[in-house]
């Protein structure tokens, strides 16, 4: 029996990805869970594993394409159904309707059927070929008959046609008047998934499938990125260069439009002194083996003030007028990767040691910068930490990533002249930054929130009472 494979759901709000290779060939066993493509989603590089065992039959996608959600890739022989449609068939030798009822096929037509048995087993007829579902061969009568929904059965060929199924016939299990309802509501049969015996199609099924298009389709026109305006041509003020864009770039693109689109965006800004600090993490680092980033301090302090600050911990879900508070705290990074950037997510990072969450760190940034991040380690953040320290920036306005309410932001720390018991003395100031949806948090929420983690950055000790 032949069986599609298609994209499976690949992370949140992801619809689309890049075919980079086919890992399989036309003919080639595969095992259940044996990566099939390898593709680029979501920022990073993600295996598409087969659902199932088989033989492979006809592979559908090239290196290069884009695939979307839900399409076929390939199909599949399953090994088990080809047995049952083999030679042990013909020689049943008893009632048209046995064995092959049981295993839920059609019987043969009428004008071959004798009384007393099968028409093959009367005639000396040679095994019938496979049975295939066939769209022409299906009719009311036998939906009537047989009950729609409840069959399973494909449409057997005359014994000594040997007939294979027509291109073009469909191999869902569905009755004609289920088909029916699909062709009116603009559905391809083949994309619904069956949830009866053997997969069969049911009214249910394809409603449910609608459902979820339209569903889906309003999801796309909601998030969609910031709609744009025809481009002048370029060339008539001289010579240009075009260049595809990446999977890693139309999903950044796509996500930062869709969140600057939804998000009523205010930017408040702050500083915390982290002179004690830098001396303390670099001795604590060096007890603990590992090395402790102020990314990494960010990180701990965040995920407390989450805990400290429930509505930076939420999301709003606009359709229904309501607030989701989540009971958890996944913290996301964004990592600088020659591929763009990426934001890996450290989870529970509130029940989480100080150099726990920098071990965290560490290895998510390294497989950042290797694409060998998979997708649950991108997505489920409730709060990102951005730092642009390390590259000289200092205040910046963050974007929040939808649908997060708030994103902190870390520039690079400096040496400033700052008033002291009656003198100036140089202290190490850190400039932060948090950008939040306006919708939810208001301004006095959102100075709060940041003074908060200035004054917890700016006591080391303070951190050792916030490990989990």
Same mark, same amino acid.
Request: proline share 5%; hydrophobic share 40%.
């Given at each position: 029996?032949?069986?599609?494979?298609?994209? #499976?759901?690949?992370?949140?709000?992801?619809?689309?990805?890049?075919?980079?290779?086919?890992?399989?060939?036309?003919?080639?066993?595969?095992? =259940?869970?044996?990566?099939?493509?390898?593709?680029?989603?979501?920022?990073?590089?993600?295996?598409?594993?087969?659902?199932?065992?088989?033989?492979?039959?006809?592979?559908?996608?090239?290196? %290069?394409?884009?695939?979307?959600?839900?399409?076929?890739?390939?199909?599949?022989?399953?090994?088990?159904?080809?047995?049952? =449609?083999? %030679?042990?068939?013909?020689?049943?030798?008893?009632?048209?309707?046995?064995?092959?009822?049981?295993?839920?096929?059609?019987?043969?037509?009428?004008?071959?059927?004798?009384?007393?048995?099968?028409?093959?087993?009367?005639?000396?007829?040679?095994?019938? =070929?496979?049975?295939?579902?066939?769209?022409?061969?299906?009719?009311?009568?036998?939906?009537?008959?047989?009950?729609?929904?409840?069959?399973?059965?494909?449409?057997?060929?005359?014994?000594?046609?040997?007939?294979?199924?027509?291109?073009?016939?469909?191999?869902?299990?569905?009755?004609?008047?289920?088909?029916?309802?699909?062709?009116?509501?603009?559905?391809?049969?083949?994309?619904?998934?069956?949830?009866?015996?053997?997969?069969?199609?049911?009214?249910?099924? !394809?409603?449910?499938?609608?459902?979820?298009?339209?569903?889906?389709?309003?999801?796309?026109?909601?998030?969609?990125?910031?709609?744009?305006?025809?481009? #002048?041509?370029?060339?008539?003020?001289?010579?240009?260069?075009?260049?595809?864009?990446?999977?890693?770039?139309?999903?950044?693109?796509?996500?930062?439009?869709?969140?600057?689109?939804?998000?009523? /965006?205010?930017?408040?800004?702050?500083?915390?002194?982290?002179?004690?600090?830098?001396?303390?993490?670099?001795?604590?680092?060096?007890?603990?083996?590992?090395?402790?980033? !102020?990314?990494? &301090?960010?990180?701990? &302090?965040?995920?407390?003030?989450?805990?400290?600050?429930?509505?930076? +911990? =939420?999301?709003?879900?606009?359709?229904?007028?309501?607030?989701?508070?989540?009971?958890?705290?996944?913290?996301?990074?964004?990592?600088?990767?020659?591929?763009?950037?990426?934001?890996?997510?450290?989870?529970?990072?509130?029940?989480?040691?100080?150099?726990?969450?920098?071990?965290?760190?560490?290895?998510?940034?390294?497989?950042?910068?290797?694409?060998?991040?998979?997708?649950?380690?991108?997505?489920?953040?409730?709060?990102?930490?951005? +730092?642009?320290?390390?590259? %000289?920036?200092? /205040?910046?306005?963050?974007?929040?990533?939808?649908?997060?309410?708030?994103?902190?932001?870390?520039?690079?720390?400096?040496?400033?002249?700052?008033?002291?018991?009656?003198?100036?003395?140089?202290?190490?100031?850190?400039?932060?930054?948090?950008?939040?949806? /306006?919708?939810?948090?208001?301004?006095?929420?959102?100075?709060?929130?940041?003074?908060?983690?200035?004054?917890?950055?700016?006591?080391?000790?303070?951190?050792?009472?916030?490990?989990?």
């Amino acid at each position: 029996m032949l069986k599609e494979v298609k994209v #499976p759901v690949l992370g949140e709000n992801v619809e689309s990805a890049d075919v980079l290779n086919v890992l399989v060939a036309v003919g080639d066993t595969v095992a =259940a869970e044996q990566s099939l493509l390898e593709v680029e989603t979501d920022k990073a590089t993600v295996e598409v594993p087969a659902p199932f065992g088989g033989v492979v039959k006809e592979v559908r996608v090239k290196a %290069g394409e884009e695939v979307t959600v839900g399409q076929t890739i390939l199909t599949l022989e399953v090994d088990g159904e080809r047995a049952d =449609a083999g %030679g042990d068939e013909a020689s049943d030798g008893g009632d048209a309707d046995d064995g092959r009822a049981a295993r839920g096929r059609r019987e043969a037509p009428a004008s071959t059927r004798g009384s007393g048995g099968s028409a093959r087993a009367a005639a000396g007829a040679p095994a019938a =070929a496979p049975a295939r579902r066939s769209l022409e061969t299906e009719t009311e009568t036998d939906a009537e008959t047989d009950g729609a929904g409840a069959r399973e059965e494909q449409a057997r060929a005359p014994a000594d046609s040997g007939a294979e199924q027509r291109p073009g016939a469909s191999a869902a299990a569905a009755a004609p008047s289920v088909r029916r309802l699909a062709r009116e509501l603009g559905l391809d049969i083949e994309d619904v998934q069956g949830t009866g015996p053997g997969d069969h199609v049911s009214v249910e099924d !394809v409603k449910r499938h609608a459902r979820e298009l339209i569903a889906r389709a309003g999801e796309r026109r909601r998030t969609r990125a910031t709609p744009t305006a025809p481009l #002048p041509d370029f060339t008539q003020w001289g010579a240009i260069e075009r260049e595809a864009m990446s999977g890693v770039r139309r999903s950044i693109a796509a996500g930062m439009g869709r969140s600057w689109t939804i998000i009523p /965006h205010v930017t408040q800004f702050d500083r915390a002194d982290i002179t004690d600090l830098e001396g303390w993490r670099r001795t604590l680092g060096e007890r603990a083996g590992t090395k402790l980033t !102020v990314t990494a &301090v960010a990180l701990k &302090v965040a995920a407390a003030a989450l805990r400290a600050f429930p509505k930076f +911990n =939420a999301s709003v879900d606009a359709d229904n007028e309501e607030i989701i508070y989540k009971k958890y705290v996944h913290v996301a990074v964004a990592v600088d990767t020659p591929h763009g950037l990426l934001a890996p997510v450290v989870r529970d990072a509130d029940r989480k040691s100080l150099v726990q969450i920098a071990r965290d760190l560490a290895e998510l940034s390294e497989k950042a910068r290797a694409r060998k991040l998979g997708r649950e380690e991108l997505s489920g953040a409730c709060f990102t930490v951005t +730092n642009l320290g390390g590259l %000289g920036t200092t /205040h910046f306005s963050p974007i929040v990533n939808w649908p997060e309410v708030a994103v902190l932001g870390l520039g690079r720390a400096s040496q400033t002249a700052v008033h002291v018991d009656g003198a100036f003395v140089p202290r190490l100031l850190l400039p932060l930054s948090v950008s939040y949806d /306006h919708r939810l948090i208001d301004g006095a929420d959102a100075a709060r929130f940041l003074r908060w983690i200035a004054e917890a950055i700016e006591q080391p000790l303070l951190l050792l009472l916030l490990d989990g």
